[in-house]
């Protein structure tokens, strides 16, 4: 009777942890594509993604603040998480307003090949959005904090 109980438990465990394997391999396989794409991306889509998503992210969050601030019975806290955004679209857009100076609109949308002295210029540019994406993200996660409550 007892190996009877665990032929059974046998049997109806190996499709249980077959079907598990599936399903963590078919919730993976996105992830691992994005991967792979962003890796085929060159330097400056690289640059031009990372700008972007910063981007549509604040605008969206500044807009859903402003509506909840609206009806919280103390504001100070909105606003500051508000203007933390607005300061970090600022200097976004004085970053994207230097890095236009420097690239013209077919070496940042048409990958038309950077003189060495644009490819270090690149470089340059890269770091300083590495180095804003850390400081937009931070208001991007108290804004969602606030969001959340």
Partial sequence: MGQ???LAMKSFYKPLKMKKIITLFLLAMPLIYVQAQEKDLSQMQRVMKTHDKLTGKTARLIGQLETRAQNAPSTAT?????ADLKSANKTMADWMEGFS???DADEMHQEKAL?????DWLNEEEAKLLAMKEQIDSSIKRANDLLVD
């Fill in 78 to 82: 909105y606003n500051t998480a508000i």
């Fill in 115 to 119: 003189t060495q002295q644009k490819q």
């Fill in 101 to 103: 100076k420097r690239f």
């Fill in 4 to 6: 009877l109980c665990y």
